[in-house]
């Protein structure tokens, strides 16, 4: 565990003050003047409502107990219980979830989803941990959050190296402490256990699902346009697919050991099956090796984000060889880099609209575990395709409207829901 005295003194001030919290926090003030809001309901919403912080003790494969710092923090449950994804990386903060709860909140609103933003995670480095290690973090870190998850208060899914795996332990878990089996406490589960199909798929089809739809705002057709993949996990590698079924071209890809390039499109059923084979992209032989800064400069038409936060900065911005960035994962473009890219005429698919497949299948997942009924594939996709289309065309339209941009407009229209339901509730008591 980090020694406070290490810890960046912004970091301690305000628990939860660190950049990623402050740009969450910066972009909801950006998005206030144009939104439907008083001040009082503006000061609620600033804060999240709930954090819990645990240290989580487990026993190493050495012999020995090792302890690592957790979080759950969840920003509002004015629309019905929170939902957000757990995520295992070394770089977990109270901040960062906030941050990540805040946005949660303002995506389910868009998507008018009954739930509020939650986050979670456990500082880690999952690469380091076996397989049994992550079992049993996982057990503990979801007995030590019982008092403040469950399927009417708080619903945990996957995110940044947790996966359908984790969800089950995580199932098991809380059904056995309250005595029956709950599968609608986490969505993305395995199906046998009472997931959704087509939760696996539903960030990285839904994010080529948005990207089609503005392409066709633009009037550019999909299949002519050359893509960059950053991030080749669950939402870079399902969309990368979709976008090459779609008949684009995908020049690049890459995952945390760098890029792999080839000007004349990479063939991902060979990087797949290399990944399958050597665990990562580094070695591929087929295609240029580039790392992952160079790789977002890349010339072509649809940059896709889909690793982690923080990518496009004032830094790089300035540098990028692309007509559109797609926001497959959370948080990737600075507010400054915003800026420059809006001056440069380049056209940013907001992250809480545009990832916002992933919990909107987790919506299913939990009306279908309620209900314990469930529906078909293609099912599943009509109505994903029909709620995007929707809070996509509410957020083109607003942007249009008020001549702001997408991201705000995203905002602006997660916030006005959310706002309407907390004024008519009024503030307790
Ligand atoms: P994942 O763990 O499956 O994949 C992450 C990918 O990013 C991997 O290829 C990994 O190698 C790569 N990566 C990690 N660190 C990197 C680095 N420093 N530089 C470059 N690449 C790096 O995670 P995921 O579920 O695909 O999530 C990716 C992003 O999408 C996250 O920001 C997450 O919050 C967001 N997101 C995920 C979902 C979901 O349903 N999984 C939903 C909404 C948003």
Known sequence: MAKLEELPAEAVQLEWDTPLFRTAQRQFE???????????????????????????????????????????VQHSSVLGPTKGGIRYDPHVTLGE???????????????????????GGVRCNPRELSPGE????????????????????????????????????????????????????????????????????????GVV????????????????????????????????????AKGAVVLAVSDISGGVYAPDGLNLADVRAWIADHGTLEGYP???????SELLELPCDILVLAALEDQITALNASRLDTKLVVEGANGP????????????????????????????????????????LFWTRDEIRARLADKLGDAFDRVWELADEKAISLRQAALVAGINEVAGALKARGIYP
Request: glycine content about 10%; hydrophobic content about 45%; proline content about 5%.
């Open 209 to 244: 699902m948005v990207t089609e739809r503005a392409c066709r705002r633009l009037g550019w057709r999909l299949d002519e346009q050359s893509c960059v993949v950053q991030g080749f996990g669950n939402v870079g590698g399902i969309a990368a697919n979709e976008l090459a």
């Open 97 to 119: 979830c906030a941050a990540l709860a805040v946005w949660m909140t303002w995506k389910c609103a868009l998507l008018r989803l009954p739930y509020g933003g939650a986050k």
């Open 30 to 72: 950006q998005a206030i003047p144009y939104a439907d809001v008083n001040e009082s309901i503006v000061e609620r919403l600033r804060y999240p409502e709930r954090a819990v912080v645990v240290t989580v003790p487990i026993r190493r494969d050495a012999g020995h107990v090792g302890v690592f710092p957790a979080y759950r």
């Open 333 to 372: 473009t600075s507010i400054e880099a915003d800026a420059i890219l809006a001056e440069r005429g380049i056209l940013v698919l907001p992250d809480v609209l545009t990832n916002a497949g992933g919990v909107t299948v987790s919506y299913f997942e939990w009306v279908q575990d309620l209900g314990r």
């Open 134 to 205: 992550l079992q049993r973090l996982t057990r503990r870190y979801t007995s030590e959050l019982r008092g403040v998850i469950g399927p009417q208060e708080d619903i945990p899914a996957p995110d940044m190296a947790t996966n359908e795996q984790t969800m089950a332990w995580i199932m098991d878990t809380y059904s056995m402490q309250v005595g029956y089996a709950v599968p609608e406490i986490v969505t993305g589960k395995p199906v046998a256990l009472g997931g959704s199909l087509f939760r696996h798929e539903a960030t990285g089809a």
């Open 286 to 292: 087929d295609a240029r090796y580039v790392t992952n």
